[in-house]
T-cell receptor
Framework: DTAVSQTPKYLVTQMGNDKSIKCEQN?????MYWYKQDSKKFLKIMFSYNNKELIINETVPNRFSPKSPDKAHLNLHINSLELGDSAVYFC???????????????FGPGTRLTVT | AQKVTQAQTEISVVEKEDVTLDCVYETRDTTYYLFWYKQPPSGELVFLIRRNSFDEQNEISGRYSWNFQKSTSSFNFTITASQVVDSAVYFCALSETNAGNNRKLIWGLGTSLAVNP
């Protein structure tokens, strides 16, 4: 019973392609996040959604578009992939209501994206 | 300015040694939260502890303990009798309740701990 799941776990693709990463949580949380972790392990928030509504968009290129069909899912679509997009992408969820972060976040296993 | 500083980039110890990972934070909020996460070589991020700014009691969980000191703005993490399985990158993070539109975790850069047999 995985709490936060992501698919795929690995994604290898060529520059210019479009790809999607799916995320689902079964914790009943209201808030979900996408993070990017670079090769130096730096964690950078990309987006946060509360109950299907976008609350944080952290200066991410327009090529990245999150979609939340319901509060249990937050997918990430990336257009025109570039070499610099290679990273590990983590989805996370928390019971926070979006006003502040006071609870821990539960992370998915990550998706390692390699753009060649 | 960096708000969460983990000054130790890498630490290497021998099994059974005690090790302390430092975390210093900066905030003007009176109410805030601090977190520690572990990222083992397998890659997943695992929540370890959450502490709010009004609770200065130290916490112990098995071999893990946390020392929160508001006077020095530090939230240090000690592993007693370290084991090889403790090898991981450890992240400290801060959440400010008066962040307004900036409601996000502020992450440290992580400390990579290697416990050698």
């Amino acid at each position: 019973d995985t709490a936060v799941s992501q698919t795929p776990k690995y994604l290898v693709t060529q520059m210019g392609n479009d790809k999607s990463i799916k995320c689902e949580q079964n914790l009943g949380h209201d808030t979900m996040y996408w993070y990017k972790q670079d090769s130096k392990k730096f964690l950078k928030i990309m987006f946060s959604y509360n109950n299907k509504e976008l609350i944080i968009n952290e200066t991410v290129p327009n090529r990245f578009s999150p979609k939340s069909p319901d509060k249990a899912h937050l997918n990430l679509h990336i257009n025109s992939l570039e070499l610099g997009d290679s990273a590990v992408y983590f989805c996370a969820s928390s019971p926070d209501m979006g006003l502040a972060i006071s609870y821990e976040q539960y992370f998915g296993p990550g998706t390692r994206l390699t753009v060649t | 300015a960096q708000k969460v500083t983990q000054a130790q980039t890498e630490i290497s110890v021998v099994e059974k040694e005690d090790v302390t990972l430092d975390c210093v934070y900066e905030t003007r909020d009176t109410t805030y939260y601090l977190f520690w996460y572990k990222q083992p070589p397998s890659g997943e991020l695992v929540f370890l502890i959450r502490r709010n700014s009004f609770d200065e009691q130290n916490e112990i969980s098995g071999r893990y303990s946390w020392n929160f000191q508001k006077s020095t703005s530090s939230f240090n993490f000690t592993i007693t009798a370290s084991q090889v399985v403790d090898s991981a990158v450890y992240f400290c993070a801060l959440s400010e309740t008066n962040a307004g539109n900036n409601r996000k975790l502020i992450w440290g850069l992580g400390t990579s701990l290697a416990v050698n047999p």
